[in-house]
């Protein structure tokens, strides 16, 4: 802004001098003082130089400022579109929080809370999941203190001339997610690694979802839930809320069968 300033103050001052290098060639011209005629066109020939090398130099600044104004605008558009992005994520993060919450919530309600024993439990659970969710089978395993192994305790949709077999800390899927105690989510099932039977004959589901049941620092359970469609990050929030919540029942019924 100061070196526009300067500039506007050399312009005027130039254009003066012009003015009077043109007034004093006009009267020398008239007057026939040829030498003074001479150097007076010199003089209004360079001053004439200089304010177009001025002008082209305001012009030059000009375009800068210009192209600075863009690249603000620029800027400033891209900051607002990241801070809607930002705020539009969130608002999705809370409702899919809320809808979490609100499953989480008749899930367990329609479960129940009285019950004689663990199988009783976790099938009346997986029954209450699959009313919410768009499962096709569910499975609970619950550790048995004796053999440290986890045997089947309730089924949903599980339809085999062989049982669930059974399986210890680390092996399998299922052994891995206990040992780990995190929830696995497996996105491609193999062909043929889980068969449910209908009307329409037998297919397969391609996700399963493996989440342990934790009580006091210990895996004491694992439920499996299959289905056709992928479980998303809701979905995983959901199963943790229920496994958590499952814990102190799940551990109360095993200890007292």
Known sequence: MNQT?????RGQLIFAFLIVSILATIYTAQAGMIILLYVCGIT??????GLLILMLQVNKE???TLQMLDRMKQRESTHLKEKRRL????VMQQTEEFCADDLFSRI??????HFDNAPAYAEKLLQSIAKELEIVQGLVFVLDDK?????????YAYYS???PRSFPLGETLSGQAAKNKKLLNVKELPDGYITILSGMGKSSPRHLVIAPIVYNDNCIGI???????????????LVCKITEAAANMLNELRTQS
């Open 223 to 237: 439920i499996e839930l299959a289905s056709f469609k992928p479980f998303g990050e809701n979905e995983e929030l």
């Open 108 to 113: 367990m309600a329609a479960t129940g809370s």
């Open 5 to 9: 300033k300067k500039n506007n103050a």
């Open 44 to 49: 209004g020939l360079f001053l004439s130089l």
């Open 62 to 64: 000009h375009e800068e």
């Open 161 to 163: 001339e062989e049982r």
């Open 147 to 155: 053999d440290h192994l986890f045997h089947i305790s309730g089924e």
């Open 87 to 90: 705020v539009d994520v969130s």
